[in-house]
């Protein structure tokens, strides 16, 4: 190492943490209820960010609706409506009172009036890709430290790609 250059630990946590709490003041339950709405309403934001969407970013019911609606669009290849989330809700969950509780929930998100969708469309794109490049950058940092230099690249730029627009080929149709 060159004499005077100065090298710190970087600790990961540390630098994603800093904008964790300030995002946690900005996604609370009636951001994720609208969040969910303009999700399962427009189709280019859900095209959007269906790709760096977590679930565990969420809280408790907003994140079983969301692994609802993955688990519909992987198993039938398509996004769903309210009535479908609400078929699978009443399949998929067995305990009664939880049941009532999730389709109430979904009904909630249905009603939720979202005057401007573009602060949460923003907010929510920010997020998703910075908690994805966090997560490139935890996976980056074993990679280095098993001295695979060479597998570094791969995990920053899928991060780098992820919520980007997905029509960026060839339009044969014009």
């Known amino acids: 190492m060159a004499e005077g250059s100065k090298t710190e630990e970087i600790n990961i946590g540390d630098l994603v943490s800093i904008d964790e709490n300030r995002v946690r003041e900005i996604f609370d339950d009636n951001y994720q209820n609208k969040f969910i709405k303009v999700f399962m309403e427009n189709v280019e934001f859900y095209e959007q960010i269906f790709d760096i969407i977590v679930p565990e970013y969420f809280g408790k019911y907003q994140k079983e609706i969301v692994d609802k609606i993955i688990k519909y669009v992987t198993t039938n290849n398509g996004r769903p409506d309210y009535e479908d989330l609400k078929r699978q ?25 979202v005057r401007t969708e573009k602060p949460i469309v923003d907010t929510a794109y920010l997020y998703f890709k910075k908690k994805a490049l966090a997560n ?10 098993n001295d695979d230099f060479d597998g570094i690249v791969a995990p920053i730029n899928e991060a780098m790609k992820a919520g980007e627009s997905k029509d960026s080929g060839l339009d044969y149709n014009e």
Do not use: G, M, N, P
């Open 89 to 113: 809700i009443k399949i998929d969950t067995k305990v009664e009172k939880h049941k009532e509780f999730l389709l109430h929930a979904l009904e909630k998100i249905r009603e939720t009036e």
């Open 136 to 145: 490139a950058l935890y996976e980056c940092a074993q990679k280095w430290s």
